[in-house]
T-cell receptor, first 111, second 115 residues
Framework: QKEVEQDPGPLSVPEGAIVSLNCTYSNSAFQYFMWYRQYSRKGPELLMYTYSSGNKEDGRFTAQVDKSSKYISLFIRDSQPSDSATYLC???????????FGAGTTVTVRA | DAMVIQNPRYQVTQFGKPVTLSCSQT?????MYWYQQKSSQAPKLLFH???????NEADTPDNFQSRRPNTSFCFLDIRSPGLGDAAMYLC??????????????FGDGTRLSIL
């Protein structure tokens, strides 16, 4: 079993729709939960992160963590064609250099 | 702009022919990482340097080596590339380690093809 599971998609939505992405994990030591966005032929860039459980909102993006279920989500509201990318979840323990990534979900937002 | 630069962006080599990928950074970060990312798979950490201290992941094949001659540069050497080594290789840096307050900054990768 992989440490982090992420549905690879692909996901195709019309412009303006809500995009829902999620990951599950098995390591209860994970404390930091991150979402990276990776455009085609580019490296991943950190989109947002959450520490422990709870929600975090940044503009059109909302990250949720449910540690009891070992389940994290990213929601993109009012999706735009520029949101078309692969979204990778990543996690680490406290003071831990090592990131454990999901395989990424490829999202296409149709104009 | 401060950044992580990987060269070349695309590299083609022959089966068994040694190849070197390079990474440079202008962020003056202490930590540099090398990841291997195969199509539709999660990035896999190969090794990292904290300053000059080299840390190899347990499952990184011996075929993969790394050098960090100074703070700014880091190299990935593949001694005898096999077909299974075809992948995107990502370099990343962070100021130190410990949580996303010290996020990893990635380069745009080198896509390696093996003939």
């Amino acid at each position: 079993q992989k440490e982090v599971e992420q549905d690879p998609g692909p996901l195709s939505v019309p412009e303006g729709a809500i995009v829902s992405l999620n990951c599950t994990y098995s390591n209860s030591a994970f404390q930091y939960f991150m979402w990276y966005r990776q455009y085609s032929r580019k490296g991943p860039e950190l989109l947002m992160y959450t520490y422990s459980s709870g929600n975090k909102e940044d503009g059109r993006f909302t990250a949720q963590v449910d540690k009891s279920s070992k389940y994290i989500s990213l929601f993109i509201r009012d999706s735009q064609p520029s949101d078309s990318a692969t979204y990778l979840c990543a996690m680490s323990g406290s003071n831990d250099y090592k990131l454990s990534f999901g395989a990424g979900t490829t999202v296409t937002v149709r104009a | 702009d401060a950044m992580v630069i990987q060269n070349p962006r695309y590299q083609v080599t022959q089966f068994g022919k040694p190849v070197t990928l390079s990474c440079s950074q202008t962020l003056n970060h202490n930590v540099m990482y090398w990841y291997q990312q195969k199509s539709s798979q999660a990035p896999k950490l190969l090794f990292h340097y904290y300053d000059k201290d080299f840390n190899n992941e347990a499952d990184t094949p011996d075929n993969f080596q790394s050098r960090r001659p100074n703070t700014s540069f880091c190299f990935l050497d593949i001694r005898s590339p096999g077909l299974g080594d075809a992948a995107m290789y990502l370099c990343a840096t962070s100021s130190t380690w410990g949580g996303p307050d010290q996020p990893q900054h990635f380069g745009d990768g080198t896509r390696l093809s093996i003939l």
